[in-house]
């Protein structure tokens, strides 16, 4: 199962757009690569999912390059509400036994 | 809609009392079932998981154990707790399809 490497914390203010990075360079041939939110004393929700390229919702969006060794999730204009742990997960739930394990997650933190 | 749910919400147990945490999905068959654990300020440890019926697969060797009785149904327990098996515990399902984890609402741990 590819490994994970994120920042473990961000700093932002409300209205600005948030780039977090995730690297994944084992990532194998069939992984997905999903990334959760997670606040203190709830489960992660699920945020964006992707393969390559680039991926948008109502929520954020997604940019995947070509070697797919790092992907970067984007949160447009965000608020006080987005402070969060965000994690980035990468695998096949088909493969390697299903194990989906996630990795330290990057503590961002919104200021007024 | 599918559904996950999981008690209790909160737990405070002795040292050497036994464990049982339950989990169960509603809405859906065969669906892949995990167990992570969160210390305090820490990220998701991935402790077991199921592609089926009695099909228990282990990450790490601790004091906990899991079993799989029903087919929407998870459940983790211990003979006799440990001061270090205090953090919240999260069940989180998958289709078999893809990797989008759902959370439950997790169990706070506190062993004294």
């Known amino acids: 199962l590819a490994k994970t490497t994120q920042p473990i914390s961000m700093d932002s203010y409300e209205g600005q757009e948030v780039n977090i990075t995730c690297s994944h360079n084992?990532?194998?041939?069939?992984?997905?690569i999903t990334w959760y939110q997670q606040f203190p004393s709830q489960g992660p929700r699920f945020i964006i999912q992707?393969?390559?390229t680039k991926v948008t919702n109502e929520v954020a969006s997604l940019f995947i390059p070509a070697d797919r060794k790092s992907s970067t999730l984007s949160l447009p204009r965000v608020s006080l509400s987005d402070t969060a742990v965000y994690y980035c997960?990468?695998?096949?739930?088909?493969?390697?036994?299903?194990?989906?394990?996630f990795g330290g997650g990057t503590r961002v933190l919104v200021k007024p | 809609s599918q559904t996950i749910h999981q008690w209790p919400a909160t737990l405070v147990q002795p040292v050497g009392s036994p464990l049982s945490l339950e989990c169960t999905v509603e809405g859906t068959s065969n669906p892949n079932l995990y167990w992570y654990r969160q210390a305090a300020g820490r990220g998701l440890q991935l402790l077991f998981y199921?592609?089926?019926?009695?099909?228990i697969s282990s990450e790490v060797p601790q004091n906990l154990s899991a079993s799989r009785p029903q087919d929407r149904q998870f459940i983790l327990s211990s003979k006799k707790l440990l001061l270090s098996d205090s953090g919240f515990y999260l069940c989180?399902?998958?289709?078999?399809?893809?990797?989008?984890?759902?959370f439950g609402s997790g169990t706070q741990l506190s062993v004294l």
């Open positions: 199921s592609v089926g019926i009695g099909q």
């Open positions: 989180a399902w998958t289709p078999a399809a893809n990797e989008k984890l759902f």
């Open positions: 997960l990468v695998g096949d739930s088909h493969a390697a036994g299903n194990k989906l394990t």
């Open positions: 992707g393969y390559k």
């Open positions: 084992n990532i194998a041939t069939n992984d997905y």
